[in-house]
């Protein structure tokens, strides 16, 4: 099954990268797709359980769904992801 879900707090394409590492890494969630302009995260998953799952996780990164409350925590915490995320890119492009 396929979920998307509008987060804030996306930023660029290192929140985008974060986002799709982690949700990926999570049991039973799959082909995760972020989408900047739009601000949504699609996401495949195998049961309903995980939804709940993959709000959790976005909101620990600081990208809480778009019905959340959005506290200033979480805005400092997406900096810090967006960061890690563009670090990330970065490291991978250049083993290539």
């Known amino acids: ?16 990268n974060t986002i799709t590492k ?6 039973g969630v799959s082909n995760t797709e972020v989408d900047v302009e ?3 995260v699609s996401f495949e998953y195998v049961n309903e359980d995980q939804i709940e799952t993959v709000e959790r ?5 600081g990208y809480p769904i778009d ?12 900096y810090v992801s967006c960061m890690i995320g563009r670090v990330s890119e970065k490291v991978e492009g250049a083993k290539e």
């Not at 982690?22 to 049991?27: F, K, R, T, Y």
């Not at 996780?57 to 990164?61: A, E, I, M």
């Not at 019905?67 to 997406?78: G, Q, R």
Request: aromatic residues 0%; positive net charge; charged residues 25%.
């Open 67 to 78: 019905t959340d409350p959005n506290s200033l925590l979480k805005e400092a915490k997406s």
């Open 1 to 16: 099954m396929k979920k998307t879900e509008v987060i804030q707090n996306l930023k660029c394409g290192g929140c985008a």
């Open 22 to 27: 982690s949700l990926n890494e999570l049991p």
């Open 57 to 61: 996780k976005l909101s620990q990164l």
């Open 38 to 40: 739009t601000n949504s």
